[in-house]
């Protein structure tokens, strides 16, 4: 205990040495300090903002971004600069010093690439429609043609202003040259119905006159229409050919038959002509020459029959066949109408063998135009003389047509089998790969066969030795081909075995479904590589494997289905959760449907890729929620950053405030704004501010009692003390304790305050500390009260238990001193 003390009157004797110059020494008026005209703050802000204003260059934001001297400066600047490069010089500088520059900044490149982003996604549509135009002038697909083009020119509308001058010319050249096909088209689809329509003129002009032939042919010429009518008929369907005919092609049988009608339709209205002019001839004839049989009657006869020249195919006037009696000739028997239809069955038939007939030689095909020329001098034959007619001109056109053929055929093979024999003869000295060899020997020899072979059989002879010579080096290729077959046939016996092994011993309760996933493929990529090999032999090999594989494939096919239908409520569970409550555990629902879409087993490659962009689709909606509500977030921090900036400026003026309403006022309003959603560096500035004040505060509001209470220490001593006024707690304050002496009362103080007390009063100092120490360790509650309550108990003490005979200036003076020291 000794020991204790001695220590703790050492430490109270240093501190008394150490204070007896304060404690001695009269301080010195305080000398009001004056305050410059400018705050160089002041100047520096105002300097800044006036360069803020003067449409600063890119550099300048730059620095006043990183060096401006408040944060509302840093900030404006900031987002105000647009370069890129200085946007990430400035990111660099800011991060960790200044939180309200960095987001500033980062928010703006990422807005900067955004924009690039876009204007990139614009110039590739661009270029992708560049493309397509392009392509679509050179595509050969007409299909909806127009209405692509139209598609291309609707979306090119929304980009053009953003395209370049040489996207702009590459795609108007494209579209100038797609309208061209358009036109292009339709006018194509005009000519081919133009060309329908003459098509359908002429086919009912060849129709008309067939029908118009027949009906004169079957009607007695008596009874024939008008001259004039049949002549307009023929003028009207002559026309109606041409223009039917006009620039376009013509098939050389519809020319032919319409030829073949129009000139007996011609020659039967020249006949009725002539039989009009020679008619008062044959009428006077016929009275004249009644009862004449002379020979001079006969002469005269067979010339007016002549002179008048009836077709052969149509039935004579009955005037012409007295006629062609007077003359000594038996009228032609007119076929029995019985045989008509068969007759024209045949004439029918005849038209069709040499339409045929007319093709072949067109194609230049001598043994089938040889088998149709024979076969329509049959059907000719069986016609009679009338229906027979009409095909003779064209029998002796289509002899004459295939007996040049033939003179030609004759000509032009000779040479051509020469140079399909040296052809042959050259690829027996080539070396070719086998089966490309074999081909080209085949292509040779069809063509040999397609040129009717030769009577020459020398040519014949050499052709032949010349393939036989070019096979022989194939032989050993396709021998040695024929043994692969067979190893491959041997392959997939085995496959086969192997794969009826694994069917008939597997547990489907317990299998690995993957690894018979892969048996399978597996099997079926052996099956396709043991190739080529021998059809027939193939297919009982082929058909086993078939019914293997469909052994294999039901259990796997069941379980992908399985499968799907777990992966399929996962993917509805998914979609519930997209407007779930609350947000936290939708998307840890979410995540846990990934890691349960992962454990489930084999599906259907493309149902597994529609269910897994099924669950994207989901789990995206989801996270876009949180992404959504994190940019609320961020914009309401973004609000509350912006209202806490005025707040912060008045933070900022209070530096040297005197005025605790002033203080209290701009604390609560830190207070108010410290709830709002502010961001973490803003959080901490406003945090750092509110301690300031507050503590700025507790000063204010300490300076304010000790100058009180210096004042009722003052008025004590002058006697103008209201104890009226005072505090009613002091009443209390002053009564606990015993009464002590006045120099006892500041000598307290000035231990509290760790104020210096006259050399005179050490000891008297030191006996208090003692007692105050012994009084403090024989309290057993351990509370001592702090100094302001103890200094305020001491001042209370003094203004109403002291009487007015003990206090002085000297001991006022002392407890104004000590009670400054608490303001220092």
Request: glycine share 4%.
């Amino acid at each position: 205990m000794a020991a204790f003390i001695q220590k703790l009157f050492g430490k109270n004797k240093s501190a008394g040495k150490s204070g007896a110059t304060r404690g001695n020494t009269k301080p010195a008026p305080v000398k009001p300090v004056e305050t410059p005209a400018v705050d160089p703050r002041d100047e520096l802000r105002a300097t800044q903002q006036q360069q803020l204003a003067n449409a600063p260059t890119d550099t300048q934001l730059e620095q006043l971004a990183i060096e401006g001297l408040t944060a509302d400066i840093r900030a404006e600047a900031a987002g105000r600069l647009t370069d890129k490069a200085g946007l990430q010089r400035i990111q660099k500088e800011a991060k960790g010093r200044d939180k309200g520059v960095y987001q500033i900044v980062r928010q703006a490149l990422q807005h900067l690439r955004e924009e690039e982003e876009l204007a990139q996604k614009i110039r590739d549509r661009i270029q992708a429609l560049v493309t397509s135009a392009t392509e679509q002038a050179r595509s050969e697909d007409m299909k909806l043609y127009e209405a692509r083009l139209d598609a291309l020119l609707k979306q090119w509308a929304e980009v053009e202003k953003q395209a370049t001058a040489d996207q702009i010319n590459a795609f108007l050249e494209a579209i100038h040259q797609c309208r061209e096909r358009v036109n292009a088209l339709k006018a194509e689809a005009e000519d081919i119905q133009r060309q329908r329509e003459q098509q359908q003129q002429r086919a009912e002009t060849l129709a008309l006159l067939q029908t118009t032939l027949d009906e004169l042919r079957q009607q007695s010429p008596d009874q024939a229409p008008a001259i004039s009518s049949l002549d307009a008929l023929q003028k009207t369907q002559e026309n109606r050919w041409l223009e039917a005919t006009r620039d376009t092609t013509v098939d050389k049988q519809q020319q032919k038959h319409y030829e073949s009608l129009m000139q007996p339709l011609k020659l039967f209205i020249a006949a009725l002509r002539r039989l009009g002019q020679y008619r008062e001839q044959l009428a006077a004839f016929d009275t004249a020459q009644a009862t004449d049989d002379s020979g001079d009657a006969q002469t005269r006869a067979r010339e007016l029959i002549k002179a008048i020249d009836w077709p052969m195919d149509f039935a004579r006037p009955e005037q012409l066949d007295a006629l062609t009696r007077k003359a000594g000739e038996t009228p032609a028997a007119k076929p029995p109408k019985r045989d008509d239809a068969e007759q024209k069955q045949q004439a029918d038939a005849l038209k069709s063998t040499m339409a045929k007939l007319d093709e072949a030689l067109d194609a230049k095909q001598l043994k089938e135009s040889k088998q149709l020329f024979k076969q329509a001098q049959q059907q000719l034959k069986a016609l009679d003389h009338r229906h027979s007619k009409p095909f003779q001109a064209r029998i002796q056109l289509l002899g004459g047509q295939l007996r040049e053929l033939t003179d030609w055929q004759g000509f032009a093979t000779e040479p051509k089998q020469i140079a399909l024999c040296e052809q042959m003869e050259y690829l027996a000295t080539q070396p070719m790969e086998p089966e490309a060899k074999s081909e080209r020997i085949r292509e040779l020899q069809n063509e040999w066969r397609e040129l009717g072979g030769s009577s020459d059989r020398t040519l014949w002879t050499r052709f032949k030795a010349a393939s036989d010579t070019a096979y022989e080096p194939c032989k050993a290729y396709f021998a040695a081909k024929s043994g692969l077959k067979q190893a491959n046939l041997e392959t997939r016996k085995a496959i086969c075995d192997q794969l009826a092994t694994f069917v008939d011993n597997a547990d489907w309760s317990r299998i690995d479904w993957k690894s018979a996933e892969r048996i399978h493929q597996t099997a079926r990529q052996e099956w396709k590589a043991a190739w080529p090999i021998e059809f027939r032999d193939n297919r009982t090999v082929q058909k086993r494997f078939d019914e293997l594989l469909k052994q294999l494939e039901e259990p796997l096919e069941a379980e992908r289905r399985k499968n799907e239908a777990l992966k399929q409520d996962i993917v509805d569970r998914a979609h519930a959760l997209i407007t779930h409550e609350p947000l936290n555990e939708a998307m840890d629902r979410a995540k846990g449907l990934q890691t349960e879409w992962k454990q489930i087993g084999i599906t259907r490659h493309r149902e597994d890729r529609k269910l897994w962009q099924s669950l994207r689709q989901a789990c995206d909606e989801i996270f876009a929620r949180r992404d959504a509500q994190k940019s609320e977030q961020q914009q309401a921090s973004r609000d509350a950053d912006a209202s806490a900036a005025p707040v912060l400026t008045e933070c900022e003026a209070l530096q040297q405030a005197t005025d605790p309403q002033a203080v209290e006022q701009v604390l609560s309003g830190v207070r108010a704004i410290t709830a709002e959603p502010v961001s973490p560096a803003v959080r901490e500035r406003l945090n750092q501010e509110k301690r300031r004040l507050t503590q700025l505060l507790d000063n204010l509001k300490i300076r304010s009692r000790v100058q009180t209470w210096q004042n009722l220490v003052s008025a004590r001593m002058t006697g103008a003390l209201d104890q009226g006024a005072l505090p009613e707690t002091w009443t209390q304050l002053a009564s606990d304790g015993d009464v002590m002496a006045a120099d006892e009362l500041v000598i307290r103080a000035e231990i509290l305050t760790g104020t210096a007390s006259p050399e005179s009063d050490q000891g008297r100092r030191m006996q208090i500390q003692v007692q105050r120490l012994a009084d403090g360790m024989g309290n057993s509650n351990g509370d001592t009260p702090d100094t302001g309550r103890q200094l305020e108990a001491l001042v209370a003490h003094w203004c109403l238990r002291l009487p007015a005979e003990a206090v002085n200036n000297s001991l006022a003076e002392r407890l104004n001193r000590s009670l400054e020291t608490m303001l220092e």
